[in-house]
Antibody, heavy 124, light 106 residues
Framework: QVQLVQSGAEVKKPGSSVKVSCKASGGTFSSYISSWVRQAPGQGLEWMGGITPILGPANYAQKFQGRVTITADESTSTVYLELSSLRSEDTAVYFC?????????????????WGQGTLVTVSS | DIQMTQSPSSLPASVGDRVTITCRASQSINDYLNWYQQKPGKAPKLLIYAASSLLSGVPSRFSGSGSGTDFTLTISSLHPEDFATYYCQQSYTTPSFGPGTKVDIK
C-alpha cells in the first residue's frame, strides 16, 4: 500500500523560506512523478511542480519559477519542496501527490496517491 | 496555460438525487481529464481518469464522460458520503484544476 507522509506544520515570517518533505513508502518511488499541489484557505488546487527522480531536474509551473525548488532523495524515497521569498499569499496547505507519467514524461497523467497535507502559515 | 471552468460552483442536493457537474477546458484536451473528490481537511481522492475510466475501488455510481473541451461527472444516486467538493483537472499540458463544485445538503 502506497503511503505519502509529509512533515509537520510551519509558521514562517514574510521574506523567509520553508522546506517541506514527503516520504513515500510501499511503491516504486523513483519512476513516478512526485508533484506538489497547494491549496490556499477556502480556495482551489494549484500545481506547483514535479520531479521524476530517475529522470533528473524538476519541472515547475511558470507562476513559481525562480521561487520554488523541488528535489528528491532516492535513498530515503523522500521529495522536498522549498519555497522562498514567502509572502502572506503563500499561506496554504501543501500536498505532495504521486503522478503517473502521461502525454510526456514531465506531465503527470493523474495523481493517484496524496500526502496528508502540510499547513504553511506566513505571518509577521 | 489551459484554463478550466466548472459549473455549478455550488450544488444543493438530497440523498438519492442524480447529480451532474460540468467541466470545460479553454482548448481541446482530448480525454486528458481527471476528477477528484475532496472532503474538508482531507487530501483530494482520484475518482475518474482519462475522462471516463473509473479508478479501481470507486463506486460505480460515479461516471465520467466527454472529450475535447466539455466533460461531465455524474453521480447516479447520491449517497451521504458523497457530499464533498469535486474538482476536474486537465493533464494535456502543465496540470491545472477547475475551481471546484461543492455538493452540499439541500
Amino acid at each position: 500500500q502506497v503511503q505519502l507522509v509529509q512533515s509537520g506544520a510551519e509558521v514562517k515570517k514574510p521574506g523567509s523560506s520553508v522546506k517541506v518533505s514527503c516520504k513515500a513508502s510501499g511503491g516504486t518511488f523513483s519512476s513516478y512523478i512526485s508533484s506538489w499541489v497547494r491549496q490556499a484557505p477556502g480556495q482551489g488546487l494549484e500545481w506547483m511542480g514535479g520531479i521524476t527522480p530517475i529522470l533528473g531536474p524538476a519541472n515547475y509551473a511558470q507562476k513559481f519559477q525562480g521561487r520554488v525548488t523541488i528535489t528528491a532523495d532516492e535513498s530515503t524515497s523522500t521529495v522536498y519542496l522549498e519555497l522562498s521569498s514567502l509572502r502572506s499569499e503563500d499561506t496554504a496547505v501543501y500536498f505532495c501527490a504521486r503522478g503517473i507519467a502521461g502525454r510526456t514524461s514531465a506531465i503527470p497523467y493523474y495523481f493517484d496517491y496524496w500526502g496528508q497535507g502540510t499547513l504553511v502559515t506566513v505571518s509577521s | 496555460d489551459i484554463q478550466m471552468t466548472q459549473s455549478p460552483s455550488s450544488l444543493p442536493a438530497s440523498v438519492g438525487d442524480r447529480v451532474t457537474i460540468t467541466c470545460r477546458a479553454s482548448q481541446s484536451i482530448n480525454d486528458y481529464l481527471n476528477w477528484y473528490q475532496q472532503k474538508p481537511g482531507k487530501a483530494p481522492k482520484l475518482l475518474i481518469y482519462a475522462a471516463s475510466s473509473l479508478l479501481s475501488g470507486v463506486p460505480s455510481r460515479f461516471s465520467g464522460s466527454g472529450s475535447g473541451t466539455d466533460f461531465t461527472l455524474t453521480i447516479s444516486s447520491l449517497h451521504p458520503e458523497d457530499f464533498a467538493t469535486y474538482y476536474c483537472q486537465q493533464s494535456y499540458t502543465t496540470p491545472s484544476f477547475g475551481p471546484g463544485t461543492k455538493v452540499d445538503i439541500k
